[in-house]
């Protein structure tokens, strides 16, 4: 498939025609911060956006849904609800898609999630080349996230004047003869398009101090590490690092029944590792009472366990979770502090 150029003042016009037909989801300023959002004004698009306070994940699992809802009584009954709409999901940076797919994996392994699978079925993304930092906190260099090859319908790279539009669908090649007006890139945009693509990596720094691929192992080792008595002295169980994460899936379900008790609701929405309740048990039992067995399972999962099992790193160096924590605790600094003291 070729590459296709949109000049920038095609942008709105073909964000107002999607609309017509989708639900249009894109980056859009909140005060001083940006938050994916549906648009209602082409214009609230921000694709000059730096990263967003949570993650497009809530596009494909909202933080609070409706799974079904039910009858009871002598003639009870269940329905389940799965709310869907068709969406064209704007402006993914490529960290965010790597995270997508890792959790592509999560939910279609072993059960299915019928609610995560209908939107992302019914979800065309539209993802964008990084060519600057987000800020100092991200490191998307040092977890192999820096670019995308696949996992999207159109990729983005700005020219300045225009994007490079990269097909990666046939859904998506659809898409611009449906509603673009683009055109053919010409041999030199190609070469500028790999140039760019080339010369951005000067503007990353690796802060990782090791390859990424020793996560694994090394976390492995840490498992009695004296680092997670210091985060149980400083976290304050807020879960807000997991809630803005990409990768992080983990959900509750509860019955909301009404006064009656005739009727009611079955609702999924967002749960943390971090906090106190979420590891307790019949009998009051809580098997990972203390913060720093919680922030160790943190670590755990974005570096090891989630790797094990779909062969993928948890962890795609957004920084969201550093930014949000009001305790400081950085997992980069984390992997690194390990490192030196285990290696």
């Known amino acids: 498939m070729s590459l296709k150029i949109l000049d920038k003042k095609a942008v709105a016009p073909l964000v107002e025609a999607l609309m017509a037909d989708y639900r249009v989801v894109g980056p859009q300023a909140k005060g001083a911060k940006f938050v994916f959002d549906p648009l209602t004004d082409p214009a609230d698009l921000r694709l000059d956006y730096d990263t967003t306070i949570l993650p497009p994940k809530k596009v494909f699992q909202p933080q609070y849904e409706r799974l079904a809802t039910f009858i009871m009584g002598e003639d009870p009954e269940v329905e389940t609800v799965i709310e869907v709409e068709p969406t064209?999901?704007?402006g993914m940076h490529t960290c965010d898609l790597h995270a997508l797919n890792l959790l592509d994996e999560a939910f279609t392994e072993d059960y299915p999630d019928a609610h995560y699978l209908s939107r992302r079925e019914q979800t065309l993304i539209v993802s964008m080349e990084c060519l600057e930092p987000c800020d100092d906190e991200s490191f998307c260099?040092?977890?192999g996230t820096l670019t995308a090859d696949d996992g999207f319908d159109l990729h983005l790279i700005d020219l300045g004047e225009a994007f490079a539009v990269q097909i990666g669908s046939e859904a998506g090649e659809q898409l611009l003869a449906d509603y673009a007006d683009v055109q053919d890139a010409t041999e030199a945009q190609v070469t500028e398009r790999d140039h760019l693509q080339a010369s951005k990596l000067k503007h990353f720094a690796d802060r990782l101090n090791f390859d990424a691929d020793e996560l694994p192992?090394?976390?492995?080792?840490?498992?009695?590490?004296?680092?997670?008595?210091?985060?149980?002295e400083r976290c304050f169980a807020c879960g807000s690092c997991t809630n803005v994460c990409p990768t992080c899936y983990c959900f509750n379900v509860v019955d909301e029944v009404n006064f009656a008790?005739?009727?009611?609701?079955r609702i999924r929405h967002w749960d943390s590792c971090q906090l106190d309740e979420f590891a307790r048990v019949a009998g009051g039992e809580n098997f990972r009472e203390d913060r720093g067995a919680r922030q160790r399972h943190r670590f755990m999962r974005k570096g090891k366990y989630l790797y094990e099992r779909f062969g993928a790193l948890g962890c795609v160096g957004c920084g969201r979770c550093i930014r949000t924590c009001p305790a400081s605790i950085s997992i980069l600094k984390g992997f690194n502090t390990i490192h030196a003291s285990l290696r």
């Open 217 to 232: 192992s090394l976390l492995g080792d840490a498992y009695d590490h004296d680092y997670w008595e210091e985060l149980q």
């Open 88 to 90: 064209v999901l704007l």
């Open 261 to 265: 008790l005739t009727e009611g609701e």
């Open 141 to 143: 260099r040092s977890m």
